[in-house]
């Protein structure tokens, strides 16, 4: 029994220890002191991170304005990846009370995971915000503690690493250009989204940029989550 023991215990450490760390592959640790990532960059990370647990799906929901892959990561523990479609089934019928009584519901709640919507970088000079997303994901899916296992156990958790990939490129390019000049950390000379500028934010109530579409069309109505952060 001891030695079963020993073996599910080396096999789930060493499970969360092939994650590849975020430094090895862009060069540097996560939040480094003059330090910006190119959202090429940020697509293989996740898409090696998919490669290399079977906590992660990455998928490519469709093209930004400029036509950068637009990501969005699930994660959770295996065996709930394995049944996404019957907790997307769970959370449809929540969400609609003309499909699902009262009573119907009750006996639903436990059934389901608690889905989390985590979307970042909708305004890309806050760029922190898609930095912290890639650390994120390694943190949950490479440290094997108490709290993370509770978090894949129990949820589903959706994380958008940038609302706007375009944005994040833009000032990306901008800062290496300006690093070391005295316009170094200004804001970029144009408008960090192709067509609606600084106003991306706005966009919820009419739909009209492919960003938004996707979010609302691959996400917020295919899962309807509990929370949106």
Known sequence: MRTRKLAILLFVCSAFAAVPAPESYFGHKIGEDKTVLDWDKVVGYFQLLSKSSDRIRVAELGKTAEGRPFLAGTIADAETLKHLDRYIAIQQ??????????????ALFPQGKTVVLLTCSIHATEIASTHTAVQYAYNLLSQDSPHNRAIL??????????????????????YRKTLGTPYEGSNPPELYHKYVGHDNNRDWYIFSQPETRHTISKLHNVWHPQIVY
Do not use: H, Y
Request: charged share 30%; glycine share 2%.
């Open 93 to 106: 019928r929540l969400a609609d009370p003309r499909k699902t009584t009262p009573a119907e519901a009750e």
């Open 153 to 174: 156990k129990n949820t589903i958790l959706l994380l958008v690493p940038s609302l706007n990939p375009d944005g994040v490129d833009i000032v990306t390019r901008w």
